[in-house]
């Protein structure tokens, strides 16, 4: 009995060795798997319950609503009996406005989570670009003071203007001090 376990255990090996073994690449993509549950666009379905949030939040929305429950109860309290078919507790309309309000809610917070996505991406480029205003602002005011430094050893118009006014002033007065007479201090005549 021991022998027949050992050669069936033998055989079973044999067997094993023997099956193809599939092999792995990993510069393939991997076969797509069978699904059960249907496939669907995530961001398509985002955009449609960001369009139904939206007209939910609309006074059309809310004018065709009330318009469309007047009727209902108008219709189910002042119609003949044989064309009720909702009495008085509306359980039926109940149940219309429950599951409008069930489906209503989660497509909002979806609509809502997207829109905050957006918002967070959009206040991460602002803080960004806010980064990058700040730096060349800093860098603009160095190279102002840089430029200001440099200008304080240069002769600007009107330091020159200054002086050469301050000159002029000087010779005046020395004119004014040696009033030049005749021929006093020409040398015309040694000519």
Known sequence: MAAERTQDRDRERERERERPVPRIRLDLPRERRARLLPEYDPEAFG??????????????????????????????IFAPASLKFDEYPFIFLTLALSLQASYAAPLILLAQNR???????????????????IADTEYLTREIAALRMGLGEVATRDWIRSELQDLIKELE?????????????SDVPDR
């Open 173 to 185: 007065e020395r004119r004014d001090l040696f009033p030049s007479g005749g021929t006093r201090g």
């Open 47 to 76: 955009r449609l319950s960001e369009r139904i949030a939206r007209f939910l939040g609309t006074g059309r929305f809310l004018v065709w609503m009330t318009l469309t429950i007047i009727v209902w109860v108008a219709w189910n």
């Open 115 to 133: 829109q905050d996505d957006r918002d967070r991406v959009n206040l991460e480029q602002d803080r960004k670009q806010n980064e990058r205003s």
